[in-house]
Nanobody, 120 residues
Framework: QVQAVESGGGLVQPGGSLRLSCAAP????????MNWYRQALGKQRELVASMTRGGSTNYADSVEDRFTISRDNGKSTVYLQMNSLKPEDTAVYYCLIAGLSWDERDLEVWGQGTLVTVSS
């Protein structure tokens, strides 16, 4: 199964920063949206941030003003810059890239997940 490739997770102290990266696979010809989700232990997966093809962004209230989603179109990569991290940000973070394949089929590709742990 095709996956997006994530990197950048790890252990950070409260108040620290991390940047996650997610590279889209070559099977996606045209990207419509790029999204970051997270799932904490024992909780449902929730949408953290999203960016449309046109560049519009949306954030969960809990991360507004602390997290920033961005993209590098040339590399088909989406980033999540996370600042002022809190223990409650601890979760496995997943990217989701939606678009069209080269044969014009709708395609949604998840990343493998990367663990972010915020702890002193």
């Amino acid at each position: 199964q095709v996956q997006a490739v994530e990197s950048g997770g790890g252990l950070v102290q409260p108040g620290g920063s991390l940047r996650l990266s997610c590279a889209a696979p070559g099977s996606i010809f045209s990207i419509n949206s790029m999204n970051w989700y997270r799932q904490a232990l024992g909780k449902q997966r929730e949408l953290v941030a999203s960016m449309t093809r046109g560049g519009s962004t949306n954030y969960a209230d809990s991360v507004e003003d602390r997290f920033t989603i961005s993209r590098d179109n040339g590399k088909s990569t989406v980033y999540l810059q996370m600042n002022s991290l809190k223990p409650e940000d601890t979760a496995v973070y997943y990217c989701l890239i939606a678009g069209l394949s080269w044969d014009e089929r709708d395609l949604e590709v998840w990343g493998q997940g990367t663990l972010v742990t915020v702890s002193s």
